[in-house]
């Protein structure tokens, strides 16, 4: 039995954005390509936490789950404010816990 992205680490991924970004009172208005990527990544780290590694089917999943929350999503990021130095943690991320650290 496979199991897909659950939509419950987007509530939490958007808590943390928002969080974060109003403790730091800085940064700049979350973009739609910036908001895409974070919910790209979390889907990545959250398929590889389910031992998932074969890149299409990461591929796969992550539109699947974009094509029903992203636009959920999308509208509750897009304008939020995030930092740059939030961004180039996340793209570091190589783990849940660590995309955690980042927001």
Partial sequence: MSRSVSSRPWAW???????????????????????????????????????????????????AARSAEGGVFSGRCVGKR???RALECVRRATTAEQLDRCL
């Fill in 82 to 84: 995030i930092t740059n």
């Fill in 13 to 63: 991924l958007l808590a943390a954005l928002v969080l974060g970004a109003s403790l730091a009172g800085c940064g700049h208005p979350a973009s739609p390509t910036e908001c895409d990527e974070l919910f790209a990544k979390n889907a990545e780290l959250e398929l590889r936490a389910q031992r998932v590694t074969d890149p299409k089917l990461i591929a796969e999943r992550t539109a």
